[in-house]
């Protein structure tokens, strides 16, 4: 679509695996409140058409570089000018013990499959997702809201619930709202192997613990799609994704790549990044498209933001976390402000929200912000995530201007982005840091 | 608060009129879903003690700058090293025939008075409110609420409702939102005079219709309450405001001056700005206060950021409306995108939601930004309130990033700013511009 608007008069062609394409970030809640992966998909042709692009649903079998063509499943073979590799990942599914035992799941992007959890879900009596990051948490609270009755367990490698993404107090209060719900939490263990007679029965844990399981569902990530790219001679990167350039170029410049399938850097530090978001996907998207004949847009590298909705409360962060910022060497000021996002707070539909904002010493830039209460949130994390994008510092972000109103915001003296800057600030002049 | 943040050490005392303070932006409020001035209030005593502030009530009726002291009705002096005005603004009362007639009403922020308004409010038959700015619309809609049976009707003198804020089209929309509710508009009409006989009866128009009103409320905006400040000798500026420096210091640099009562200047051309939010009025605060032994906070102008919410659909606007624009001189590049704030739109909640973006032609710089529809739009506006102020590009728009959840917001894909500041850049590309 990008490429379309900046290039009208060129021949665009998209060439899809499946005719079906799910929704990805929706997939948990099909198996709750969506209810079926057929109600979760993207109105690709539609979209195509109105784009004036041809949609062919087959699969790419070889690139063939020096002669400018693919070749595909059905026998074809296409020729291109330039061509956008955009093969997204697949799940992680490290190599346990019993993984092949029946009714263990991971969360492909594939309508049968799904489907066929779904199935199972409807039936199973104890669940146990491995993983308790976001595609973990929400799945284990859809699950819940289908099957009321179900035990369901998380089993998770490190300390706390969403760990990669927010600091511990966070964390603490994700994993309240999760165990409000009946959800078993175990933190800090690793599965060891999964045993039962064809299908799983159990879930064995490096403590010795063991989790009844008579459906296993892992939540571990996922890893570049990069076997096609590869093959193709194109240079692969140290997460394994494609190689690219600032111009999402990949080591031949009349093949670009994008989205989960291409190697990330940090917009922090220029390091490889193994983040996979399907906000980031469509932003390098819109790069690739745009620098496809001419060369428009720039690739600053990711700064990752995350939004979810764990019982009713947002849950939303952007760039770094504590922990991380100091191992990357940064000495962090940590602001935090709390209110109710109405003025006055008896005005109806107010809900708490509480903002952390995480700045660099010294310099005062804002490295990273945290979100957690009402729906807002997840608008509130993206003005966070452009104060970051834009390196402005605590002062900026106290004094550029916000707009604020009784029926949907804190008040003006209480609002909670400005007020956690403020207090970074305040805090580290009491103290004299 | 911000003098106690920044300077721990300092001896501080707020001087205030009254003892109970109401919150500006929640007094249209009153009249209907908070339904008294005493449920609106600012927790001031509470808000100084925790920040080991003295607290006095009284009014300050000079400022002697030689002495550096000021003098109080009650007949005190108080010393200072430092001093900062904050007295806000009156209502503009235009100097219209039969104006002291009875139940003709203006929005001041003065308790009893309000109480006038809402006594008066449950027994009339006929309002008639002028103005159709957000006091106005905001005032009609919660008389309204209180109010289903009463008969209610808003002049404005220019062409539509809320014209100094939003382009046309979300014009038409808020107006077609209060004549469903069954308010009466009257636009591109003045008031000429209110007749009665001792009480107002009817309110004439310069176009001779005339319009039945035994209760009439202004809502034509404030005018800065400087007087205090010119008896003082400090300068005043083109719009009567105390004039201050880029560092909020007012012509005498021991004398500081924030808010409505202050001279401000447009972040977009630097002439003098009559805006006056108590968005801006805190962000200003936050500037005198932080500055006010070391100048360490700079006001770059308004930007002017606005939000309300009007038969459940949240108006909201930044920066520049396109006639605001062109009448300075600027090229604008119009971009829109519409979608619902949920992906797939079958998610529960899920409301539409568009998004208008002003860009200067040439460099592409955001210079303007209108949202309409869901609640989210009120953090959304200051995603785009943040992008002007950063003086962003379209192309910075499009790619800095963004997070999306299907329970929040609408898909990456949909996602309506960036798409909008995406369809700005195709429009231009195809039509050459």
């Known amino acids: 679509m990008t490429a379309r608007k900046h290039y009208p008069d060129k021949s665009l062609a998209l060439i899809r695996k499946e005719q079906h394409v799910s929704i990805p970030c929706g997939i948990p809640y099909t198996f709750g409140i969506i209810g079926s992966p057929m109600k979760n998909l993207i109105p690709v042709d539609e979209m195509l058409a109105n784009n004036r692009m041809d949609s062919l649903v087959d699969e790419v079998l070889e690139i063939d570089r020096a002669g400018h063509t693919v070749s ?27 993984r092949e035992r029946k009714n263990i799941f991971a969360i492909k992007k594939d309508i049968p499959y799904i489907q066929e959890i779904i199935d199972k879900l409807v039936e199973a ?42 600091d511990k107090e966070f964390s603490l209060t994700a994993e309240k709202v999760l ?17 039962g007679e064809g299908a799983v029965e159990k879930v064995v844990l490096n403590s010795g613990a063991e989790v009844k399981a008579d459906m296993v569902i892992m939540g571990l990530g996922a ?34 790549a994008c989205g989960d399938c291409a190697e990330k850097v940090s917009f922090f530090d220029g390091q490889p990044s193994s983040l996979k978001l399907a906000s980031i996907s469509t ?23 995350f939004s979810t909705i764990l019982g009713g409360n947002v849950f939303a962060a952007a760039g770094l976390t504590l922990s991380q910022a100091e191992a990357l060497g940064y000495s962090v000021i940590v602001g935090e402000a709390e209110s109710i996002n109405r003025h006055p707070g008896t005005m109806p539909g107010g809900a708490n929200l509480k ?30 995530s452009a104060c970051i994008n834009q390196r402005m510092t605590a002062d900026d972000v106290v004094t550029f201007q916000t707009g604020t109103h009784p029926a949907l915001t804190a008040s003006p003296v209480a609002y909670q982005l400005v007020n956690a800057a403020e207090n970074a600030i305040g805090a580290s002049r009491a103290t004299g840091v």
Chains 1, 2 share one sequence.
């Open 125 to 166: 009596k104890d669940l146990c997702i491995v993983g308790c990051g976001f595609i973990g948490v929400e799945i284990a609270e859809e699950c819940r809201r289908r099957r009321p009755d179900m035990n369901i367990s998380i089993v998770e490698m490190l300390r706390h619930c969403l760990q990669l993404v927010y």
């Open 223 to 256: 890893e570049a799609n990069s076997g096609l790219a590869r093959a193709a001679g194109l240079e692969i990167g140290p997460t394994k994704g494609v190689q690219v350039n600032r111009y999402m170029q990949t080591s031949d410049s009349d093949i670009f």
């Open 72 to 98: 595909t499943l059905s026998g074809e073979k296409y020729q291109y000018g330039k061509l956008i590799i955009a093969t997204g990942s697949n799940p992680v599914i490290p190599p346990l013990p019993g």
């Open 179 to 195: 165990r409000e719900q009946n959800i078993n939490l175990l933190l800090d263990e690793r599965v060891e192997a999964f045993l």
């Open 283 to 305: 932003m390098e998207a819109r790069m690739a498209g745009a620098n496809l004949f001419s060369l428009r847009r720039v690739n600053d590298g990711v700064i990752g933001v």
């Open 355 to 384: 903002v952390r904002l995480l700045f660099e010493a010294g310099r005062y830039v804002l490295i990273g912000g945290q979100v957690t209460g009402a729906t807002s949130g997840g608008e509130l994390i993206n003005v966070i």
